[in-house]
């Protein structure tokens, strides 16, 4: 433990870096001042494109993958929990929260796109973005399209059908079947039949690996202390660039 440490001993276990720098082909330690412009420079948008490229390279092909978002409190954290199902509420403290919306394939666990935005937006409405962002060559790959209730929309279902993507949407009481043989309406039908038989013939259970994301993620994370707005979200962003890089690192090295 800390508290049993000397500070001589301490200084024996620190290992210089110029291994570390001729390996990198760096001549010297950038500065203080070298890192904090280079953070400044750094656009959301690129740092966004990062995460998803070492998607890419991870997964290449991803046949499964679910969806989700979640809110992240900018300051006063605990009040998420309080007014997420408050419509009210959360539009008054909209500026307290950022949600973030990622796409995750289940069998490695890595996000293969993400995007940001405010705290009332709808879940559905950030899909677009996503499969934008995905791309279309790792798109073809995708077979099951896993999510919640929040994402139930016939455009989507339509859209995911022309892709030859299999929805994996719990549907909610009031969609409408409408008697077709499309995939969609015999979805609704088996899950009304038997949500047990539906659950076990599409592995609902799958879906719960973008809420595993967010677990890892949250575990890290720590109080946003950015004087600016926009610095608070790009640190948000970096916490699941450092999940990524994790993975990536493990595959590697």
Same mark, same amino acid.
């Given at each position: ?78 009040? %998420? ?81 022309? &892709? ?33 038989? %539906? ?42 660039? &450092? ?11």
């Amino acid at each position: 433990t800390m508290d049993k440490w000397s500070w001589a001993y301490y200084r024996q276990e620190l290992t210089y870096c110029e291994d570390i720098l001729k390996k990198s082909g760096a001549t010297r330690v950038p500065s203080k001042t070298s890192l904090f412009t280079a953070w400044t420079k750094l656009s959301e948008k690129k740092l966004i494109r990062q995460i998803t490229q070492l998607g890419r390279i991870i997964c290449p092909q991803a046949r499964t993958v679910a969806v989700d978002s979640t809110g992240f409190a900018l300051k006063g954290g605990t009040l %998420w929990r309080i007014v997420k199902w408050s419509t009210k509420l959360l539009k008054k403290t909209s500026k307290l929260f950022w949600k973030v919306h990622i796409m995750v394939d289940t069998s490695s666990m890595v996000i293969l796109s993400l995007s940001s935005s405010s705290a009332p937006t709808h879940d559905l409405q950030r899909v677009g973005a996503l499969f934008r962002t995905l791309g279309k060559r790792l798109q073809r790959t995708i077979r099951f399209f896993y999510a919640d209730k929040a994402y139930t929309s016939d455009d989507l279902f339509n859209y995911l059908q022309q &892709e030859h993507i299999t929805a994996v949407v719990e549907p909610k009481k009031n969609t409408q079947d409408h008697g077709t043989e499309s995939r969609r309406d015999k979805t609704i039908r088996l899950y009304r039949m038997s949500v047990a038989l %539906w659950k076990k013939t599409f592995r609902a259970f799958r879906k719960s690996s973008v809420e595993h994301v967010f677990g890892v993620v949250k575990q890290n994370f720590a109080p946003l202390r950015a004087r600016t707005a926009k610095n608070k979200h790009k640190r948000l962003i970096l916490y699941f660039f &450092e999940y990524n890089f994790s993975l990536y690192f493990k595959q590697h090295y």
